[in-house]
């Protein structure tokens, strides 16, 4: 059985820094490109940040270029989305997904398993 679960939401002022994890089980990690997505009340979910089996490539959304970094270690079987400069729009509930293969990709359907979410709650 696949899981995500995140970890590492808050409130934090604008400006500041949060680390969000995400640890996976039930299927071999390193054999799937990860993302994270996002959600704010009232808005369809966005693509934030992908990155391939390996580590080798990642991609970012426009909207969080320069400040937000996708990471993995395949031997924690975890993925991690290190946060900086955030900004009030930057508040949203965050998605971890497990792509349907190994490699980088951006669309939802392109991705089979989600994660729960956490809360990022960026006060101004």
């Known amino acids: 059985q696949v899981q995500l679960k995140e970890s590492g939401g808050g409130l934090v002022q604008a400006g500041g820094s949060l680390r969000l994890s995400c640890v996976a089980s039930g299927w071999t990690f390193s054999t799937r490109g990860m993302g994270w997505f996002r959600q704010a009340q009232g808005k369809e979910r966005e693509f934030v940040a992908a990155i391939a089996w390996n580590g080798g490539s990642t991609y970012n959304a426009d909207s969080v270029k320069g400040r937000f970094t996708i990471s993995r270690d395949n031997a924690k079987n975890t993925v991690y989305l290190q946060m900086n400069s955030l900004k009030p729009e930057d508040t949203a509930v965050y998605y971890c997904?497990?792509?349907?293969?190994?490699?980088?990709?951006?669309?939802?359907?392109?991705?089979?398993?989600w994660g729960q979410g956490t809360q990022v709650t960026v006060s101004s």
């Open positions: 997904a497990a792509g349907k293969g190994p490699f980088l990709v951006r669309a939802l359907d392109d991705y089979g398993s």
